[in-house]
């Protein structure tokens, strides 16, 4: 093992934090198993939002990462989120974390270096709340740039892509037939999925549409308390549980048909999948699918809109995304920020208003009439009597 030299503390060397290390190249690969008592180290270039939520809702109290969080490419929430929900991040301490540490090793986090033993086995830098907020601000003022390489990039792949306009999707014919003239929700892990996704819970009910979960979509719609019709994407963030209660899956394919995500359904004990080659985003292809199967209306929660949403998710163009919604026009509906329109909860005041008019209305009944009256008095004893009061 090289000798590395002693971390600079930077303000931070008050900081003491022991738990069990997990490691994860992907941070979603590894949430699962994350708690207090854990401390994930990671490979995370600018790390999103999305993950940090996932990361404040697991408890983990530190977060180890071998690449930048923040690197001033465009403006990334994720590691804002991080510190001001007080979780310590030790940034940039480098690839060779991975080699001279294994997922169950016991660390310790001391200011700006990781110990084993006692022993200094990677450096790093503290990213706290003010540094965080710094870097948010400064790559905001780079956005233009993101923007016109996202804009020259996008259209480079709509070359490629273009074909999406056009070609009609191998879909098989059961799905297809369930599909046609329903109402269809595409569900997909993005921005706000749990809260937009709540606030739909009567169109749900209601309605009953045909539920896609895009990969990990569809264990949010199983968390939300709804079932799944279909599960489709490449299958590298879903759950064997989602796939075995699911009607139907999909596995969403390359274009030249090899589909890696093949190999995780079979895990799951599920056999006789078939695939869908397809290029672009699996949230995209998904509702071509739903599209091309006659779906009378598509009502998207959780999908990628906007440059720092699909720079979160990795992506140097959106062509998929823009073919996608040129194509299927109006019957898109986009339910994101829903719950911010809609709330879930009823204001008290109204509330209470209403029960009181309820009151004043039953009693206005009650002393109008003297048979009415009666009947309440009646059940009034009786339910004196059944609770013994």
Excluded: W
């Amino acid at each position: 093992m090289s000798r590395l030299s002693r971390p600079s503390m930077n303000g931070s060397d008050d900081f003491r934090l022991s738990g069990r290390a997990v490691l994860g190249h992907k941070t979603k690969d590894i949430v699962s198993r994350l708690n207090a008592s854990t401390i994930p180290v990671l490979n995370h270039e600018n790390l999103d939002r999305v993950t940090a939520e996932m990361l404040v809702e697991s408890g983990v109290n530190a977060v180890v990462n071998a690449a930048g969080s923040s690197t001033g490419a465009y403006p990334n929430l994720g590691p804002f989120i991080l510190a001001r929900s007080g979780v310590y991040i030790l940034d940039g301490v480098g690839q060779k974390v991975f080699e001279r540490l294994k997922t169950g090793d016991r660390i310790e986090l001391r200011g700006d270096g990781v110990y084993r033993d006692g022993e200094l086995v990677a450096a790093g830098e503290h990213l706290g709340l003010e540094t965080a907020e710094r870097r948010l601000r400064e790559s905001r003022a780079v956005v233009g740039k993101a923007l016109e390489s996202f804009a020259q990039n996008t259209v480079e792949f709509m070359r490629r892509e273009q074909d999406l306009l056009f070609s009609r999707l191998d879909v098989p014919e059961e799905i297809s037939h369930e599909i046609r003239g329903r109402q269809v929700l595409v569900v997909v892990r993005g921005y706000d999925y749990r809260q937009d996704l709540a606030a739909l819970g009567p169109y749900l009910r209601g309605v009953r549409p045909f539920v896609i979960g895009v990969d990990g979509g569809a264990d949010a719609v199983l968390e939300a308390g709804h079932r799944v019709d279909l599960v489709f994407g490449d299958m590298d963030s879903v759950s064997a549980r989602a796939l075995q209660t699911a009607d139907h899956v999909l596995v969403h394919a390359y274009p030249d048909g090899t589909a890696p995500g093949l190999q995780m359904v079979e895990a799951s004990g599920i056999s006789g999948v078939n695939t869908l080659a397809a290029p672009g985003l699996s949230e995209d292809i998904a509702i071509l699918i739903a599209e091309q199967c006659g779906a009378e209306l598509i009502v998207a929660v959780g999908t990628h809109v906007g440059l720092v949403e699909f720079l979160d998710k990795g992506r140097k163009g959106a062509s998929s995304t823009f073919l996608t919604r040129l194509k299927v026009g109006a019957r898109l509906v986009d339910a994101k920020g829903v719950s911010k329109l809609y709330p879930t909860s009823v204001p008290v005041g109204p509330l209470v208003a209403l029960v009181v008019a309820g009151l004043l209305a039953i009693s206005a009944v009650v002393y109008s009439s003297d048979q009415i009256a009666f009947i309440f008095k009646l059940l009034a004893i009786k339910l004196r009597l059944l609770l013994g009061i």
